[in-house]
């Protein structure tokens, strides 16, 4: 299956989205925020097949990592996670660098069928 990185700073989100990719059988790094989900990237020389981060979150958000791991890894696949409008309507700025945003909360299915659905556009 894929390697995954999952940034959040929200335990519980994390925590659960974690548990629920593994169960498809992919395997997951996660990440607290921005710079630890950048800092994980750059040790893995992008080699995550998708990055499921949060908009929202201290230090680094998800948008400002996003568009740092795009610069280095362009090929890299990133889809974000919010529960707020705005935060949406800012990652309508990064069309080419993100497949996918998602809609929080979700469920245990939603986030695992649009993990499938980003994953199956690339395989």
């Known amino acids: 299956m894929a390697k995954l990185l999952i940034v959040e700073d929200d335990e519980s989100v994390r925590t659960l989205a974690a548990r629920a990719l593994e169960r498809d059988g992919h395997t997951i790094a996660i990440a607290a925020d921005g710079a630890q989900g950048l800092a994980l990237i750059q040790q893995n020389r992008g080699g995550f097949d998708l990055v499921v981060s949060d908009i929202r ?6 948008i400002e990592m996003a568009t740092a791991a795009a610069k ?13 409008a705005d935060q949406r309507e800012r990652a309508e700025e990064l069309n080419g660098i ?10 245990l299915a939603e986030i695992r ?4 659905r980003a994953l199956s556009c690339f395989a």
Do not use: C
């Open 113 to 116: 069928a649009r993990v499938g």
């Open 72 to 84: 280095q890894y362009p090929a890299m696949k990133i889809m974000l996670m919010t529960g707020y």
């Open 57 to 62: 979150m201290p230090e680094m958000d998800g």
């Open 98 to 107: 993100i497949l996918d945003v998602v809609q929080k909360p979700f469920t």
